[in-house]
């Protein structure tokens, strides 16, 4: 008897602003992927396969006195 006096599906409002928010919080998703994935990138390349550290750092001439 409660129940049958509440609406079944009720009448959703989004005010002008809510898809600006929905836009920004999309973007910043987007933005701080990117960050993540900049900054974790040589994990990601040594767990797909990529050359060890050590390799990397030998073939960029550190190694011989910087030539």
């Known amino acids: 008897m409660i ?5 079944l599906s009720p009448n959703l409002y989004l005010d ?3 898809g600006s928010i929905v836009l ?4 910043a998703a987007i933005l701080g992927a990117g960050v993540l994935i900049r900054s974790q990138w040589a994990r990601i ?3 797909f396969g990529g050359k060890p550290a050590d390799e ?3 073939e960029d001439g ?6």
């Open 56 to 58: 990397d750092e030998a």
């Open 16 to 18: 002008p602003g809510s």
């Open 3 to 7: 129940f049958s006096s509440f609406p």
């Open 45 to 47: 390349k040594r767990w």
């Open 62 to 67: 550190e190694g011989d006195g910087g030539r």
């Open 24 to 27: 920004q919080m999309i973007i």
